[in-house]
């Protein structure tokens, strides 16, 4: 399961601070006093300030956590999902106040508090919530009140040194920052700490470019935005040695001294050695360099030089065309992949409006311009597969889509880092799609696979790595009964399914994968 971003002046291009959270010293690196041993900021050349490695780190060691500065849930989402968690959960308690808060329990309710009072104040007296942006502005606004805006324990960068590109918003952008700061002089209450108009315009500047996405535990849908400063050192490469994991905590326990708290994760991808600069993409990596280099420009105002952006490497394998025969002519090509953007634009239109047959059937129809065109890494044709499959699995339609699941799955494992948290989900669901289809061979392979990829990237205590763990037990049992008698496998699971209430997966998401940080549509 798996997560998009006013600016202090700084010239490296980059985006500078994100969110709030707490979490009592339970060996969790980061989260204990000073917590930041184990990196430190320094200049980066051509790119401003950046994080290196103090010590070596093996793939999978998290190298630090860090609690949010401070958060908020999305506006569409304020009532399904924790305001102190950022868990879904189908019974949520209200705030009696100002009846706009919601939490898991008491629990989580006491710990929001600290965050939530001044807020709920003055929600009460506006009459109505105002919106993400405005309220997660005044969250930062009343810890600066309480806490002054230097630096706290274990923080690497204070809130004022975050970077907000004010000066590099174009004129439709200044217009909708002036409308933000408005809106939150009106929100903001008189009593409260008064800050000058440079000041506020910082601040919605440094949410702009450095909020970052929060996602609910299964790590499925975008449900919040917050600040980390520490994490906004970090800089950006296509082929990062790092990756962020959002940890919604565990307050499950029955002594409270056991909870763990909502924090972020910086997790080592690969092996780093002491002095080595830590990165992690910004950006999803599933995209051309010239566009990822446009994406970057457009949303954190840099232009990226990493290695695999300077020398396009992969480009090849994204923009491939069907080999062996009469290779396809340049101009069939660009027919096909105008054909493929034409109809994404017809797909996202029926996914919006909930006619997914229709989806299956644009699907269809493009695939069948593609397959005869395009390699099997074309980065159009593996959109088209994802969708696919994704779709038809929703309509119970699993042997189909457990086709197209393994063929969008082969091309990312070509194209993806080994070890990327995207290619980890895209292959847990390909798995339970095979299981579902009873290919439980094809599919217990899958997960196996996925499992080792997400043992790094979300580590072993996450939700979606436990939930997996089971999945990879009950397919592993499943196999061995499959590999005795195969025919008494099928009876007995096609008995087991009749006694169920058959499971519907998930409905497709009108999203993209949530990305690293949040942009302001």
Same mark, same amino acid.
């Given at each position: 399961?798996?997560?998009?971003?006013?600016?202090?002046?700084?010239?490296?291009?980059?985006?500078?601070?994100?969110?709030?959270?707490?979490?009592?010293?339970?060996?969790?690196?980061?989260?204990?006093?000073?917590?930041?041993? &184990?990196?430190?900021?320094?200049?980066?050349?051509?790119?401003?300030?950046? $994080?290196?490695?103090?010590?070596?780190?093996?793939?999978?060691?998290?190298?630090?956590?860090? @609690?949010?500065?401070?958060?908020?849930?999305?506006?569409?989402?304020?009532?399904?999902?924790?305001?102190?968690?950022?868990?879904?959960?189908?019974?949520?308690?209200?705030?009696?106040?100002?009846?706009?808060?919601?939490?898991?329990?008491?629990?989580?309710?006491?710990?929001?508090?600290?965050?939530?009072?001044?807020?709920?104040?003055?929600?009460?007296?506006?009459?109505? %919530?105002?919106?993400?942006?405005?309220?997660?502005?005044?969250?930062?606004?009343?810890? =600066?009140?309480?806490?002054?805006?230097?630096?706290?324990?274990?923080?690497?960068?204070?809130?004022d040194d975050l970077q907000n590109h004010v000066d590099s918003l174009?004129?439709?952008?200044?217009?909708?920052?002036?409308?933000?700061?408005?809106?939150?002089?009106?929100?903001?209450? @008189?009593?409260?700490?008064?800050?000058?108009?440079?000041?506020? &315009?910082?601040?919605?500047?440094?949410?702009?470019?450095?909020?970052?996405?929060?996602?609910?535990?299964?790590?499925?849908?975008?449900?919040?935005?917050?600040?980390?400063?520490?994490l906004c050192q970090a800089n950006h490469d296509c082929w990062p040695?790092?990756?962020?994991?959002?940890?919604?905590?565990?307050?499950?326990?029955?002594?409270?001294?056991?909870?763990?708290?909502?924090?972020?994760?910086?997790?080592?991808?690969?092996?780093?050695?002491?002095?080595?600069?830590?990165?992690?993409?910004?950006?999803d990596f599933l995209n051309v360099s010239e566009e990822r280099r446009?994406?970057?420009?457009?949303?954190?105002?840099?232009?990226?030089?990493?290695?695999?952006?300077?020398?396009?490497?992969?480009?090849?394998?994204?923009?491939?065309?069907?080999?062996?025969?009469?290779?396809?002519?340049?101009?069939?090509?660009?027919?096909?992949?105008?054909?493929?953007?034409?109809?994404?634009?017809? =797909?996202?239109?029926?996914?919006?409006?909930?006619?997914?047959?229709?989806?299956?059937? $644009?699907?269809?129809?493009?695939?069948?311009?593609?397959?005869?065109?395009?390699?099997?890494?074309? =980065?159009?044709? $593996?959109?088209?597969?994802?969708?696919? &499959?994704?779709?038809?699995?929703?309509?119970?339609?699993?042997?189909?889509?457990?086709?197209?699941?393994?063929?969008?799955?082969?091309?990312?494992?070509?194209?993806?880092?080994?070890?990327?948290?995207?290619?980890?989900?895209?292959?847990?669901?390909?798995?339970?799609?095979?299981?579902?289809?009873?290919?439980?061979?094809?599919?217990?392979?899958?997960?196996?696979?996925?499992? %080792? =990829?997400? $043992?790094?990237?979300?580590?072993?205590?996450?939700?979606?790595?436990?939930?997996?763990?089971?999945?990879?037990?009950?397919?592993?049992?499943?196999?061995?009964?499959?590999?005795?008698?195969?025919?008494?496998?099928?009876?007995?699971?096609?008995?087991?399914?009749?006694?169920?209430?058959?499971?519907?997966?998930?409905?497709?998401?009108?999203?993209?994968? @949530?990305?690293?940080?949040?942009?302001?549509?």
């Amino acid at each position: 399961m798996v997560l998009q971003q006013v600016k202090v002046d700084r010239s490296d291009g980059r985006f500078g601070s994100l969110r709030d959270t707490y979490l009592p010293s339970l060996g969790v690196p980061g989260m204990t006093k000073g917590g930041m041993e &184990s990196v430190e900021v320094f200049t980066s050349e051509g790119k401003g300030r950046g $994080l290196k490695a103090q010590k070596e780190f093996l793939p999978g060691d998290v190298i630090f956590a860090e @609690p949010a500065y401070a958060a908020v849930v999305f506006d569409s989402l304020t009532h399904v999902i924790c305001h102190t968690c950022f868990k879904r959960q189908e019974r949520l308690h209200r705030c009696g106040q100002c009846k706009f808060a919601y939490y898991c329990d008491r629990t989580c309710q006491r710990a929001a508090w600290l965050n939530h009072k001044n807020e709920c104040s003055a929600i009460k007296k506006h009459g109505k %919530a105002p919106t993400e942006n405005i309220r997660l502005a005044a969250r930062i606004m009343w810890k =600066i009140e309480r806490e002054g805006s230097g630096l706290g324990e274990g923080c690497l960068v204070s809130i004022d040194d975050l970077q907000n590109h004010v000066d590099s918003l174009g004129e439709e952008e200044k217009k909708e920052l002036r409308a933000d700061v408005e809106s939150f002089l009106e929100f903001w209450p @008189p009593q409260s700490q008064q800050f000058g108009m440079q000041y506020i &315009s910082h601040i919605f500047g440094v949410i702009s470019c450095n909020g970052f996405t929060l996602s609910d535990q299964r790590g499925l849908q975008a449900v919040g935005v917050g600040i980390f400063p520490n994490l906004c050192q970090a800089n950006h490469d296509c082929w990062p040695n790092c990756t962020v994991i959002f940890n919604n905590g565990n307050h499950e326990a029955v002594r409270s001294m056991f909870h763990t708290q909502m924090r972020i994760e910086l997790r080592a991808l690969s092996k780093i050695s002491p002095g080595d600069e830590l990165t992690v993409s910004y950006v999803d990596f599933l995209n051309v360099s010239e566009e990822r280099r446009k994406q970057l420009k457009k949303q954190y105002y840099f232009d990226c030089t990493c290695e695999h952006c300077k020398k396009h490497i992969k480009d090849d394998l994204m923009l491939a065309v069907k080999e062996g025969g009469s290779k396809p002519s340049a101009e069939t090509v660009k027919e096909v992949i105008q054909f493929s953007k034409d109809t994404l634009e017809k =797909i996202n239109k029926a996914r919006m409006e909930g006619l997914y047959h229709e989806v299956v059937k $644009l699907c269809r129809e493009c695939l069948k311009k593609q397959e005869p065109v395009l390699g099997d890494t074309n =980065i159009y044709l $593996l959109r088209i597969l994802s969708i696919a &499959s994704e779709v038809l699995s929703y309509l119970q339609m699993f042997e189909e889509a457990a086709d197209y699941a393994k063929r969008m799955v082969d091309g990312y494992l070509k194209i993806y880092h080994p070890n990327n948290a995207q290619l980890g989900m895209a292959v847990m669901r390909a798995g339970v799609t095979h299981w579902h289809a009873g290919l439980i061979e094809a599919g217990h392979g899958l997960i196996c696979k996925a499992y %080792a =990829i997400l $043992l790094i990237t979300h580590g072993p205590s996450h939700p979606i790595t436990k939930d997996l763990e089971v999945m990879r037990v009950q397919t592993e049992m499943e196999l061995r009964m499959f590999q005795q008698n195969e025919y008494m496998y099928y009876k007995m699971r096609e008995a087991a399914l009749k006694n169920q209430k058959i499971q519907v997966m998930p409905e497709p998401s009108n999203e993209a994968s @949530p990305s690293l940080f949040h942009k302001k549509e």
